[in-house]
Nanobody
Framework: QVQLVESGGGLMQAGDSLRLSCAASGRTFSGYFVGWFRQAPGKDREFVAT????????SYSDSLKGRFTISRDIARNTVYLQMNRLKPEDTAVYYCAAGSSRVVITSPYYYGYWGQGTQVTVSS
């Protein structure tokens, strides 16, 4: 049974940095992309970043590139999202997701496994 468990969310101030973690278990993720999405109240789920489990290929939302960095630790079966220079508009529930693919996938449609989400709130 695949499990993705996010952690690290919290209440932050604008300009702060925060690192989210996604602990993955239940299968081998070779051939998978593990990504981060976020959803603010009243808005659609938005792609943030993704990384291929095997090769470490990354892709980012254009609007977040440069502030957010995704990485993975294969030994710990964990994917991280480092978020710098946080802004109030980064406030959302952040979800970790995994999807089987040989190419970069940015649509939530292609991710079959999801975590429960972790809340990030950024105050001005």
């Amino acid at each position: 049974q695949v499990q993705l468990v996010e952690s690290g969310g919290g209440l932050m101030q604008a300009g702060d940095s925060l690192r989210l973690s996604c602990a993955a278990s239940g299968r081998t993720f070779s051939g998978y992309f593990v990504g981060w999405f976020r959803q603010a109240p009243g808005k659609d789920r938005e792609f943030v970043a993704t990384i291929s489990w095997s090769g470490g290929i990354t892709s980012y939302s254009d609007s977040l590139k440069g502030r957010f960095t995704i990485s993975r630790d294969i030994a710990r079966n964990t994917v991280y999202l480092q978020m710098n220079r946080l802004k109030p508009e980064d406030t959302a529930v952040y979800y970790c997701a995994a999807g089987s693919s040989r190419v970069v996938i940015t649509s939530p449609y292609y991710y079959g496994y999801w975590g429960q989400g972790t809340q990030v709130t950024v105050s001005s």
